[in-house]
């Protein structure tokens, strides 16, 4: 074996050695219970609720927009035609 084979060998084995490191900290987590970067179900409520709250505000305020325009274009005209 030359020199560049040696090189390209070891290079493999490294990149099995990080591949495999990687599966034993993730076998290592879920023996330990470490907790994972998932939100609980409580979080996903609370987002959820946060969601419909800010939607309901935009809903109030665009509605009341759309009754003001509309009361706008309701009220007669100044303007006398000639």
Same mark, same amino acid.
Do not use: C, V
């Given at each position: ?27 290592? +987590?879920?023996?330990? &219970?470490?907790?994972?970067? =998932?939100?609980?179900?409580? &979080? =996903? ?11 309901? +505000? ?8 759309? !009754?003001? =325009? !509309? ?12």
């Amino acid at each position: 074996m030359n020199t560049s084979q040696l090189q390209r060998s070891l290079d493999e084995l490294r990149r099995e050695q990080a591949r495999l490191n990687q599966a034993i900290r993730t076998l290592e +987590e879920l023996l330990s &219970g470490a907790p994972s970067n =998932r939100l609980s179900p409580e &979080g =996903r409520a609370r987002i959820s609720e946060a969601a419909k709250r800010r939607w309901e +505000e935009h809903r109030r305020q665009h509605a009341a927009k759309t !009754a003001a =325009r !509309a009361a706008k274009t309701a009220q007669p005209s100044t303007h006398r035609a000639a």
